[in-house]
């Protein structure tokens, strides 16, 4: 899957590409980031400006 534009992404589709990539290919939100090439900081804004959270016990943004 390619986030590398998540940045210019809807957060109501991107919440669920995220979360697809969770539960089937990194075990937590850091190594999402390291494994995309991504700034965790940048992503974490842009959810929780559409009021997503990254929930580390379900490894999923709520």
């Not at 589709?13 to 089937?24: D, K, Q």
């Not at 980031?33 to 990254?54: C, G, R």
């Not at 580390?56 to 943004?61: G, S, V, Y």
């Amino acid at each position: 899957m390619n986030l590398n534009h998540f940045a210019s992404m809807d957060p109501h589709l991107l919440v669920g590409l995220l979360n697809t990539e969770l539960r089937n290919h990194c075990i937590s939100l850091e190594d999402l980031v390291k494994t995309h090439h991504i700034d965790s900081a940048q992503l974490i804004e842009k959810m929780t400006a559409a009021n997503y959270f990254y929930q580390a016990e379900q490894n999923q943004f709520r």
